[in-house]
T-cell receptor, first 114, second 112 residues
Framework: DVKVTQSSRYLVKRTGEKVFLECVQD?????MFWYRQDPGLGLRLIYF???????EKGDIPEGYSVSREKKERFSLILESASTNQTSMYLC?????????????FGQGTRLTVV | QKEVEQNSGPLSVPEGAIASLNCTYS??????FFWYRQYSGKSPELIMS????GDKEDGRFTAQLNKASQYVSLLIRDSQPSDSATYLC????????????FGTGTLLAVQP
């Protein structure tokens, strides 16, 4: 079974803190994604990566950065957390190219910024 | 225009009926289409994928794709209360991109 694991299920951080959300997958997937999910807005793509050290901005990258130093790990970084970044964060991974490209999700991290 | 559009619902159907969920997309070059189910408080889980025009059936679920009209649909036959969830349509962009974009989801409520 594909396993995508996010480091925390719930997280509470203070405004201005630097926050790291970690995601690890065990299926040798090339693609990894970070989404945030808010009521009425669905899943919005923040960043994705198609290879080690490669990344592309999604639809809402402002206030976020990412790091992919190893193929299995994709980190989302909130440089200076703000209350409007309170949300559910979901990591996903998939094969790349023209192969079967279903994405599989981690369990999500509910981040609250106070 | 949003890249992937769904009616937010709620879509209410009686138990045993057919539920029909629809999705339209804007990128004509898109090649891969997915339906995910998400229960409240849980992460999305894949239920169907479809890559070519026509119908694809898996148990009570049928995905339909019409690339000329740029829509994809999901039919759930013999709907059960356990099918009550938000259904998310996802589209992988055309060409070399690996971008996977989701619609906002349709909330389905199956009434016992």
């Amino acid at each position: 079974d594909v396993k995508v694991t996010q480091s925390s299920r719930y997280l509470v951080k203070r405004t201005g803190e630097k926050v790291f959300l970690e995601c690890v997958q065990d299926m040798d997937h090339e693609n990894m994604f970070w989404y945030r999910q808010d009521p009425g807005l669905g899943l919005r793509l923040i960043y994705f990566s198609y290879d080690v050290k490669m990344k592309e901005k999604g639809d809402i990258p402002e206030g976020y950065s990412v790091s992919r130093e190893k193929k299995e790990r994709f980190s989302l970084i909130l440089e200076s957390a703000s209350t409007n970044q309170t949300s559910m964060y979901l990591c996903a991974s998939s094969f790349g190219g023209m192969r079967n490209t279903e994405a599989f999700f981690g369990q999500g991290t509910r981040l609250t910024v106070v | 225009q949003k890249e992937v559009e769904q009616n937010s619902g709620p879509l209410s159907v009686p138990e045993g009926a057919i539920a029909s969920l629809n999705c339209t997309y804007s990128d004509r070059g898109s090649q891969s289409f997915f339906w995910y189910r998400q229960y409240s408080g849980k992460s999305p889980e894949l239920i169907m994928s479809i890559y070519s025009n026509g119908d694809k059936e898996d148990g009570r679920f049928t995905a339909q794709l019409n690339k000329a009209s740029q829509y994809v649909s999901l039919l759930i036959r013999d709907s059960q209360p356990s099918d009550s969830a938000t259904y998310l349509c996802a589209v992988k962009g055309g060409g070399a991109t690996n971008k996977l974009i989701f619609g906002t989801g349709t909330l389905l409520a199956v009434q016992p």
